[in-house]
């Protein structure tokens, strides 16, 4: 995925992407440059883009990566926009960020990818791994002596989890109990415009 400063990119669609960007977000919570205050009427079709670019850079996916999702939600029974969220919150990183190991969805997708967490017992570095209930994910041995996991122990020991998610900070450990479900999963997003856009 291309790098593009966040404070932009959480101006633009109106929600902060991390922790830094919030305070800012804050001060200027309109979209970037000169014309960012002017009231706009959207058409219908950027209304649906941005919606689904919201969605895209909260999970930190390249484009192809939520299509090939979509596209295996709207197969699941149900609706297709809760399907979807529902599996992307499956993903590996994702739980890494909501057990509060990472501060942001990069750097959960960095720490996986890195190799410092095992998923019942089995070392596993592929951010999108889809984690099945009652899977434990766990830092490696190895790894929770360095300074970024002893710091994201006192993290995620001040971090409330989701209801789906069990977590033991002093362990560096999280599991997870159920499937999660829309009403519980903390993303931003009107799932069924992701859904008419990519119906168009």
Known sequence: ???????????????PLTPKSARYYERRPYPPGVHG????????????????????????????QLRRVFEEAVRRPGKAGENL?????????????RAG??????????????????????KVDIPSYRVR????IEVRESSRHKPLFESAA????????????EVDPARLRARL??????????????EQLVVEFYSR
């Open 1 to 15: 995925m291309a790098r593009r400063p966040k404070v932009r990119l959480s101006r633009s669609f109106g929600l």
């Open 37 to 64: 205050r002017r009231r706009r009427n959207p058409s219908d079709y950027r209304v649906r883009l941005l919606e689904k670019q919201r969605l895209r850079y909260q999970y930190n996916l390249r484009e192809k």
């Open 85 to 97: 969220i529902e599996l992307l919150e499956r993903r590996l990183d994702a739980l890494v960020l």
């Open 101 to 122: 190991f990472a501060r942001t969805i990069e750097q959960a997708r960095q720490m996986v990818t890195h190799g410092h967490f095992t998923v019942d017992g089995h």
């Open 133 to 136: 209930p009652g899977q434990t």
């Open 154 to 165: 006192h993290q995620a020991a001040e971090v409330t989890p989701p209801p789906y998610l």
């Open 177 to 190: 109990t159920n499937e999660p479900r829309r009403p519980e999963i903390p993303v931003i997003c009107s």
